[in-house]
């Protein structure tokens, strides 16, 4: 019977150790940043230049004079180096945002409420195109929804 015992208490520390890394495994899983689950800067460049890429050629956007002004201040691959830099560091990555803030960067633009719905539309087909997981896709939408405030006019 204390045999028995033993055996059962060896098998049962042997089962609790050997699911220990599992456990651990998906722990760290769970606290990835979102900048990891995106695939860090390789991933956010790919998705930044793509969506960059369709917002500069929108003409919904571009009938605004002031955004088609603004094409030309600041030309893509420049929007692109800063923009993945903002994504970067506000999903938890190791870049620092050296631009200017969002107040300064677009005031001069006069964006409407239906052009930010224009450029939300583009965001969400860009985050679809690359397979982007609807967790993620929330949690981006979160971001950039904070921004608002600064990027339309009341
Ligand atoms: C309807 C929405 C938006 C439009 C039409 C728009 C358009 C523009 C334009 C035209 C510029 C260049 C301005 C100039 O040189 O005079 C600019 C700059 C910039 N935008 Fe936006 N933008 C929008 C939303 C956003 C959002 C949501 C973000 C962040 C995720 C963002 C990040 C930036 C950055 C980082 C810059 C460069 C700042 C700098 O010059 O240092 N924009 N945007």
């Known amino acids: 019977m204390k045999a028995l015992k033993i055996a059962i ?3 049962s520390f042997i089962l609790a150790t050997s699911f220990t890394p599992l456990a651990s495994a ?5 606290q990835k940043s979102l900048y990891e689950r995106l695939g860090g800067l ?3 460049t790919v998705v930044v230049d793509h969506f960059i890429n369709q917002l500069v050629v929108n003409k919904t956007l571009n009938k605004n ?3 088609n002004a603004g094409r030309k201040s600041s030309p893509a691959p420049y929007l692109k180096f800063q923009v993945s830099q903002l994504v970067c560091e506000a999903t938890g990555g190791p870049c620092k ?7 300064e960067s677009h005031a001069h633009l006069n964006i ?3 052009e ?3 450029m939300a539309k583009e965001f969400q087909k860009t985050l679809d195109k690359f397979k982007v997981p609807v967790a993620e896709q929330k949690e981006l939408f979160g971001i950039v929804g904070t921004l608002k405030g600064d990027i339309v006019i009341k």
Request: glycine share 18%; aromatic share 8%.
């Open 116 to 118: 930010w719905g224009v």
């Open 42 to 44: 390789r991933g956010i």
């Open 9 to 11: 208490a060896t098998m």
């Open 112 to 114: 409407t409420e239906q």
């Open 26 to 30: 998906q722990q760290t899983g769970a």
């Open 65 to 67: 004079p002031a955004i």
């Open 97 to 103: 945002y050296t631009g200017k803030g969002m107040k």
